[in-house]
DNA sequence: ATAATATATCGTATATTTACGATAAGCGAT
DNA sequence: ATCGCTTATCGTAAATATACGATATATTAT
């Protein structure tokens, strides 16, 4: 975003447009469902699942991690991974809402 | 993308992470919002309201068309453009599912 | 024919995203 | 203390995305 005119949209769409973002990979996608499917998963079964090295892998993670949709917790030398429930069921609800506002739907 | 690993994603994910990717910008959700509104705008009506250059607006409207949000339709001169109520309540589907496959929702 | 209007596209600059290998940092076991 | 394992981060390259002004194209009106 070259320059921030951005400032001027909506609070909420802002939000929204965020999280689609963050969902806009099929890698992951691919890796919420993988942690719904396990409950929790490490940095490393989550590579094994994903054809992609281990630095993207991780990188997608992160990008997960940043709008809150998962949430990881070190223990020893791994990072554990699952969904952060509240905020999958926030986005569900955010989704739904957009949704709810067209004529159509 | 710089090399296309992506082929190994499933299908059903990629279509998503696609219209995930054109609802990854606020202008481009305001312009949804604005367009069920109104039924049908043409382009300088959407620039008036949207905080962009017209050339940019343009662009926004392409990428919505793009992955069959919005219709365009030239009138003489002027383009008016509308939701594809069809691809919005296929989206609406498409998340409603993705979110239903979780647990917790 | 010409002018005015509307809009898509071009050219371009900058920022961000995606991908990878390499490295660093942390932990557990030896 | 060192080695092995796991994972995040760094550095980097290539591709995309975002934004704008300028231009081209098409239509309507004069």
């Known amino acids: 975003m070259p320059l921030a005119k951005t400032d001027t949209f909506d609070n ?3 939000q929204l447009a965020d999280i689609a973002k ?6 992951r996608i691919n890796i919420l469902r993988i942690l719904n499917e396990r409950n ?8 094994d699942l994903i054809p992609l090295s281990q630095s993207t892998v991780s990188q997608h993670l992160k990008e997960l991690k940043r709008v809150n949709l998962i949430k990881g917790e070190i223990e ?3 990072t554990s991974y699952c969904l952060n429930e509240a905020m999958v ?12 506002t067209f004529k159509c739907c």
Chains 1, 2 share one sequence.
């Not at 929790?40 to 590579?47: P, Q």
């Not at 069921?89 to 709810?100: G, I, R």
């Open 89 to 100: 069921e926030k986005t569900k609800s955010a989704f739904t809402k957009l949704f709810s």
């Open 40 to 47: 929790s998963c490490i940095t490393g079964e989550v590579v």
């Open 12 to 14: 909420s769409d802002k």
């Open 22 to 27: 963050a969902l806009s990979h099929p890698a």
């Open 76 to 78: 020893g030398p791994r």
